[in-house]
């Protein structure tokens, strides 16, 4: 099966906190309804380094949060506290408005740590834009883990190998963690119209052609349908590696700063909001972080 493949490029998100980011990417907006992805660390976090994220508003989108190493304290303006560690999905619907900040807990500030985990954003259907914001937290024991011959599946999101995660999305989607042990394969069957998968460590192979460090494997719509089935090889030793996917998104996306939405005047709307301090406040925090300069655009 033929695969287009994206590069990731660096953006730094302030003290030195340096994500590799695959999407929105100009080949492809969005993988089912995954319109952002980033992927941070493996990262040693120095005592006197400030990982932070300020508080930010969203509209339009649900983020994502899932680690690997460390933990994140997320706070935000519906008044939800939780420590993310790894292993949890914490799904945070923004629809018509939230505002949130991710700090280093206090048992791990001013201490040497590390830090390694995946950003998205899932844009919600166009019914479902201006939802009430919300937040869920699904912890690791919940979600279902798939033993295999030389492989492990935890089914994050959606349905995969016959188990089916307790995540609640707004439309079909598929976010799979899956380990394989050197020289195993994994045939992935029933995969949604758009998936892609992105390597975490390790040597991987679809369908025999190696994918390099930090891309993102864009897998054939019109080949998965017509019944394909991508094979995932580890190399000479174990990998691990990410599945994400599910049915196309109901129209283009326009992308500002931290919003998304399907009607550009709404971002203008959000913009507006933000700068007059519209959007609600998170409990216990007071930094605001201005609207940046640069002009409304389509996200390519």
């Given at each position: 099966?033929?695969?287009?493949?994206?590069?990731?490029?660096?953006?730094?998100?302030?003290?030195?906190?340096?994500?590799?980011?695959?999407?929105?990417?100009?080949?492809?907006?969005?993988?089912?309804?995954?319109?952002?992805?980033?992927?941070?660390?493996?990262?040693?976090?120095?005592?006197?380094?400030n990982?932070?994220?300020?508080?930010?508003?969203?509209?339009?989108?649900?983020?994502?949060?899932y680690?690997?190493?460390?933990?994140?304290?997320?706070?935000?303006s519906?008044?939800?506290?939780?420590?993310?560690?790894?292993?949890?999905?914490?799904?945070?619907?923004?629809?018509?408005?939230?505002?949130?900040?991710?700090?280093?807990?206090?048992?791990?500030?001013?201490?040497?740590?590390?830090?390694?985990?995946?950003?998205?954003?899932?844009?919600?259907?166009?019914?479902?834009?201006?939802?009430?914001?919300?937040?869920?937290?699904?912890?690791?024991?919940?979600?279902?883990?798939?033993?295999?011959?030389?492989?492990?599946?935890?089914?994050?999101?959606?349905?995969?190998?016959?188990?089916?995660?307790?995540?609640?999305?707004?439309?079909?989607?598929?976010?799979?963690?899956?380990?394989?042990?050197?020289?195993?394969?994994?045939?992935?069957?029933?995969?949604?119209?758009?998936?892609?998968?992105?390597?975490i460590?390790?040597?991987?192979?679809?369908?025999?052609?190696?994918?390099?460090?930090?891309?993102?494997?864009?897998?054939?719509?019109?080949?998965?349908?017509?019944?394909?089935?991508?094979?995932?090889?580890?190399?000479?030793?174990?990998?691990?590696?990410?599945?994400?996917?599910?049915?196309?998104?109901d129209?283009?996306?326009?992308?500002?700063?931290?919003?998304?939405?399907?009607?550009?005047?709404?971002?203008?709307?959000?913009?507006?909001?933000?700068?007059?301090?519209?959007m609600?406040?998170?409990?216990?925090?007071?930094?605001?972080?201005?609207?940046?300069?640069?002009?409304?655009?389509p996200?390519?």
């Amino acid at each position: 099966m033929s695969a287009a493949i994206l590069k990731s490029h660096e953006k730094d998100l302030g003290g030195g906190f340096v994500v590799r980011r695959l999407l929105p990417a100009a080949a492809k907006q969005a993988v089912g309804p995954f319109i952002f992805f980033d992927h941070f660390g493996p990262i040693d976090v120095a005592p006197d380094a400030n990982h932070d994220v300020r508080p930010h508003p969203h509209i339009g989108l649900a983020t994502v949060t899932y680690l690997f190493e460390g933990a994140i304290d997320h706070r935000d303006s519906i008044g939800s506290y939780q420590r993310i560690e790894p292993g949890a999905i914490n799904w945070m619907t923004a629809g018509r408005g939230i505002v949130h900040s991710e700090r280093t807990p206090h048992d791990l500030a001013g201490q040497p740590h590390r830090t390694h985990g995946l950003q998205l954003w899932a844009a919600l259907p166009k019914a479902h834009e201006e939802d009430e914001p919300s937040f869920t937290h699904t912890p690791q024991a919940d979600i279902p883990v798939v033993p295999l011959d030389g492989a492990v599946v935890k089914v994050l999101i959606g349905t995969a190998f016959g188990r089916t995660s307790p995540v609640r999305t707004y439309m079909q989607t598929l976010y799979l963690d899956v380990a394989l042990e050197a020289g195993k394969e994994l045939r992935l069957e029933g995969l949604p119209a758009e998936a892609a998968i992105y390597p975490i460590s390790g040597e991987v192979l679809v369908d025999g052609v190696a994918l390099a460090p930090h891309t993102m494997a864009l897998l054939e719509a019109g080949a998965v349908q017509a019944g394909a089935v991508p094979v995932v090889t580890a190399g000479s030793g174990p990998v691990q590696f990410v599945v994400i996917g599910g049915e196309p998104l109901d129209g283009h996306r326009f992308l500002f700063w931290n919003f998304v939405s399907s009607s550009k005047e709404r971002l203008s709307q959000a913009a507006d909001d933000w700068s007059a301090q519209r959007m609600g406040q998170v409990p216990g925090e007071t930094e605001f972080i201005p609207l940046p300069k640069a002009p409304l655009r389509p996200a390519t």
